[in-house]
């Protein structure tokens, strides 16, 4: 599947902004399963200076600054992307590494090899996720059974969150302490991914945050609003000899092409779409937009549109 995606963020500030620097991370993932066909990123006003490289995870960041007075400023990045991501096709060829369970996979962790290496960065504490309390460690171990394949354990710990945890966008914010959204069982994706994400790391398995989008779709007979698709994000293990599973305890799902990765991190710190310094005073307003379509439909609208302008 090829989709478009366009995800616009503006900030209207109260008071004039002379100087702003920021860190952009809006360009999707080339990994397994999806390949970026094409990225632009607009931003008004002008920026003085754009460059892009890796981060330390292998995101692609766009750092700009803003060297002029402006009270709006707009980030609009476009994306095509094509999913063919199929986790039954990985099993049928790794059956034995993907049925590891927990004390083989913690005993395969002890190798020492580049792609061990990597995975056991995201055993380690995050700003997020630390402190993991004995709470969040008995609840994984309800799913984490020494015996119990990996890839078992870690789907019904998602099936878990599901059920217990409600949805809740009034609760939490993005630094909300994962005990207390533990303790209360109630936030939003980000939230239930860095619950499961300490989860997975109490019982000794590396686990990432995946940042990204969702396709959302509208009730049948009804046109779907433009603007009206998410950021969203869910985690994932790493299984070895196997590789990396994603999970998605917001839709008790394992993620398909409708999820569109845009970034890793070891919690939602590593990976905002932006942050940034501003030199200014006075209150800021955010709005956030993002729209997701198949190409093709897409490009049939736009022809559509073009021949009624033509008429």
């Given at each position: 599947?090829?989709?478009?995606?366009?995800?616009?963020t503006?900030?209207?500030?109260?008071?004039?902004?002379?100087?702003?620097?920021?860190?952009a991370?809006?360009?999707?993932?080339n990994?397994?399963g999806?390949?970026?066909?094409?990225?632009?990123?607009?931003?008004t006003?002008?920026p003085?200076?754009?460059?892009?490289?890796?981060?330390?995870?292998?995101?692609l960041i766009t750092?700009?600054s803003?060297?002029?007075?402006?009270?709006?400023?707009?980030?609009?990045a476009?994306s095509?992307i094509?999913?063919?991501?199929?986790?039954?096709?990985?099993?049928?060829?790794y059956?034995?590494?993907?049925?590891?369970?927990?004390n083989?996979a913690?005993?395969?962790?002890?190798?020492?090899?580049?792609?061990?290496?990597?995975?056991?960065q995201?055993?380690?504490?995050?700003k997020?996720?630390?402190?993991?309390?004995?709470?969040?460690?008995?609840?994984?171990?309800?799913?984490?059974k020494?015996?119990?394949?990996?890839y078992?354990?870690?789907?019904?710990?998602?099936?878990?969150?599901?059920?217990?945890?409600?949805?809740?966008p009034?609760?939490?914010?993005?630094?909300?302490?994962?005990?207390?959204?533990?303790?209360?069982?109630k936030?939003?994706?980000?939230?239930?991914?860095?619950?499961?994400?300490?989860?997975?790391?109490?019982?000794?398995?590396p686990?990432?945050?995946v940042?990204?989008?969702?396709?959302?779709?509208?009730?049948?007979?009804?046109?779907?609003?433009?603007?009206?698709?998410?950021?969203?994000?869910?985690?994932?293990?790493?299984i070895?000899n196997?590789?990396?599973?994603?999970?998605?305890?917001?839709?008790?799902?394992i993620?398909?092409?409708?999820?569109?990765?845009?970034?890793y991190?070891?919690?939602?710190?590593d990976?905002?779409?932006?942050?940034?310094?501003?030199?200014?005073?006075?209150k800021?307003?955010?709005?956030?937009?993002?729209?997701?379509?198949?190409?093709?439909?897409?490009?049939?609208?736009?022809?559509?549109?073009?021949?009624q302008q033509?008429?």
């Open positions: 599947m090829i989709f478009s995606v366009i995800h616009t503006s900030y209207t500030y109260s008071d004039t902004v002379t100087y702003c620097h920021n860190l991370n809006l360009k999707p993932q990994s397994a999806q390949e970026v066909l094409d990225f632009d990123l607009e931003i006003p002008e003085a200076s754009i460059s892009e490289k890796k981060d330390f995870y292998g995101n750092h700009f803003i060297e002029k007075q402006h009270k709006e400023l707009i980030v609009t476009k095509t094509k999913r063919a991501y199929e986790l039954q096709k990985n099993i049928k060829d059956p034995l590494s993907f049925a590891l369970t927990l083989e913690k005993a395969a962790l002890k190798n020492t090899n580049t792609e061990i290496l990597d995975a056991k995201f055993l380690l504490d995050s997020f996720i630390k402190n993991i309390s004995p709470i969040i460690k008995a609840y994984a171990e309800v799913s984490f020494p015996e119990r394949s990996v078992e354990a870690s789907k019904e710990l998602m099936q878990r969150i599901f059920t217990d945890f409600k949805f809740d009034n609760f939490s914010t993005v630094s909300t302490p994962i005990n207390k959204v533990m303790k209360a069982k936030g939003v994706c980000q939230d239930f991914a860095q619950v499961a994400i300490a989860c997975v790391r109490s019982v000794g398995l686990a990432r945050y940042s990204g989008y969702i396709e959302t779709l509208p009730p049948p007979g009804k046109e779907k609003l433009v603007g009206t698709d998410a950021s969203h994000a869910w985690f994932s293990v790493y070895p196997f590789g990396w599973v994603d999970f998605d305890p917001t839709n008790d799902q993620p398909k092409n409708q999820h569109i990765i845009t970034s991190g070891r919690d939602y710190y990976v905002p779409p932006l942050k940034g310094v501003i030199y200014g005073s006075g800021s307003t955010m709005k956030v937009s993002v729209d997701i379509r198949p190409a093709k439909n897409q490009n049939e609208q736009q022809q559509t549109q073009q021949q033509q008429q």
